[in-house]
């Protein structure tokens, strides 16, 4: 269940990265309270993660799918590059997840 809670923590950073990015577009209060549910969730899910995940290894996995979230939003929706370097690297940060889910 924590694995659960903490993946849906990662989700909700990935969509509060991605708020920020639609509040620089639209600096209006919808893209407010979307950024700042989207970050308060993630947090609050990731609490409840800790409560029985090490810190490292749940931060560890926060990050990494935040990041590599978001970076695949900005790719898929943004326009952004895709690379294969970048492509690989993100693949690199997910397997590295996955490695601290096996080694915990």
Known sequence: MEWGV????????????A?????HKERNWQSLVL??????????????????????TAYAIWTGIGASGAAIWGMILNGESRDWRRVFFIIMVLGAAVGLKLAA
């Open 35 to 56: 950024l700042s549910s989207g970050f308060g969730a993630s947090f609050l899910f990731l609490s409840l993660a800790m409560e029985s995940l090490p810190m490292g």
């Open 19 to 23: 708020m920020i990015s639609k509040y």
């Open 6 to 17: 903490l993946i849906l923590a990662g989700i909700c950073e990935m969509f509060g990265v």
